[in-house]
Nanobody, 126 residues
Framework: VQLQAFGGGSVQAGGSLRLSCAASARTFTNGVMGWFRQAPGKEREFVASIRLGDPAKILADSVKGRFTISRDAAKTTVFLQMDSLKPEDTAVYYC????????????????????WGQGTLVTVSS
């Protein structure tokens, strides 16, 4: 199973981008998909996650009110709508997924995800 991320690019501060992550098979329909990011010189950090079989969603505090995570009806694609972007949002964004359904408190943990996609670069200029 592969995860493919789309939608990265360059934008000015205050702008918007929409990332998509598509799974190559209906493998995660009862599991979870999420986004992490890694800025230059920093460790990878959690951004957002959604359980595909129920409406549970969580967002990192740093993006609450600006980012939204959603999924398609087929439960094979997850979207990250990023609004009011800031220069500190600049990072490589990684999509991740797992067949298991983690508890909400575990959705932000990298160990809850066995599958990872290639990164997509988001650059926000001031």
């Amino acid at each position: 199973v592969q995860l493919q991320a789309f939608g990265g690019g360059s934008v000015q501060a205050g702008g918007s981008l929409r990332l998509s992550c598509a799974a190559s098979a209906r493998t995660f329909t009862n599991g979870v998909m999420g986004w992490f990011r890694q800025a230059p010189g920093k460790e990878r950090e959690f951004v957002a996650s959604i359980r595909l079989g129920d409406p549970a969603k969580i967002l990192a505090d740093s993006v609450k009110g600006r980012f939204t995570i959603s999924r398609d009806a087929a439960k094979t694609t997850v979207f990250l709508q990023m609004d009011s972007l800031k220069p500190e949002d600049t990072a490589v964004y990684y999509c991740a997924a797992d067949r298991r359904r983690p508890i909400v408190s575990a959705m932000s943990l990298e160990r809850s995800y066995d599958y990872w996609g290639q990164g997509t670069l988001v650059t926000v200029s001031s």
